[in-house]
Each structure stands twice: as C-alpha cells, then as structure tokens.
C-alpha cells in the first residue's frame, strides 16, 4: 500500500477515482475536484475549465455505457485529476466496445481537421440541434475547445478496449 500512496504524491494526484460511473458520482467528483482546486487557490477561469472539461469526459463515459445492470461491476472506469508544474492533468478511462471504439476514431479525426474558429461553429449548431448532420458529440466539441492538450488512446481489452483521454489544461491562462 505504501507505494501506491507514494505514487499518488510523487505524481500531484489531487483525486482519483476507480468504479462504475453514474450520474451521482458525477456531482461528487465536480464538487470534490473544484474544493480542491479552489483550495489551491485556482482562478475562476482554470477552475471552470478543468470543471467543465472533466464534466464532458464523464458525461461521455457515461453516455456511452453499453453493458447490461448485472455486468457493471466488470466494467469500472478511472478518473485521476493531477497537477505537474503549472498544468492540471485529467485522465479518463473506459471500456468501450468494438462499435463505439470506431465511432470515435472517426470523430476524433474529424475533430483533428478542424480549427478553433469552425470548431465553436459546430459547438453552436449542435448546441442549438440545427445541424444532426455533425458527426461528433458537443462533448467531444468542448473538450477540444477547452484543453491545452489532449491525447485519446485505446488499449485492447478482450473483445473490448480501454478508451483512455488524457488532457492538460495551463493553470496560468
């Protein structure tokens, strides 16, 4: 147990979370993770930003659960929320199965061609449901629109994978 722990500390965690993600461990973690970064003393700005992108990383998590009641046990997700230098880092991580996995590697590269200017475009006609022709969630949108720095990687997982989003987001902006 004492190199988990020296772990967490040698990394800045400042909170993690291991399990099944519903809706009320959603309004925990945002209220634990903004006690903490205001107790960091954390402008508005960086708190809303590490807020509200965690918020979208979750809400998608959740979204996308694809596994029946009985079997939610098997499939936990891992939220950590850390600070190295003057950046927060946020990882999610999720199981995800084969049709999901391909639905957003494609969203992903869409995102990838676009700017921040068309970005925001998007941002509003999906907001607005003007567009259903946008083959990316608002979530996606956000995050990318939110973060200073983000990576999405897979990892195999039987006949699933582990979805993970790694994000920064500048502390001093």
Do not use: W
Not at 10 to 23: A, K, M, Q, R, T
Not at 118 to 130: G, N
């Amino acid at each position: 147990m004492k190199s988990l722990i020296e772990d967490l500390h040698s990394n800045n965690v400042i909170f993690s979370y291991y399990g099944f993600i519903d809706n009320s461990v959603l309004s925990q973690v945002l209220q634990i993770t903004r006690s903490k970064l205001e107790s960091n003393d954390e402008s508005p700005l960086t708190i809303a930003r590490v807020h509200d992108a965690l918020n979208n990383c979750v809400e998608n998590i959740i979204k996308n659960n694809f596994y029946p009641e009985d079997d939610k046990v098997q499939f936990k997700s891992l939220l950590a929320v850390s600070k190295k230098d003057e950046q927060y880092q946020v990882d999610t991580i999720a199981v995800v199965n084969p049709a999901q996995k391909k639905s957003i590697i494609q969203q992903l590269h869409f995102l990838k061609t676009k700017s921040k200017d068309e970005l925001m475009s998007l941002k509003s006609r999906t907001m607005l449901h003007m567009d259903d022709s946008v083959p990316v969630g608002s979530g996606l949108i956000e995050i990318a629109l939110k973060v200073d720095d983000c990576n999405c990687t897979f990892r195999d997982l039987e006949q699933n994978s582990l979805f993970n989003i790694n994000f920064k987001i500048n502390s001093l902006n």
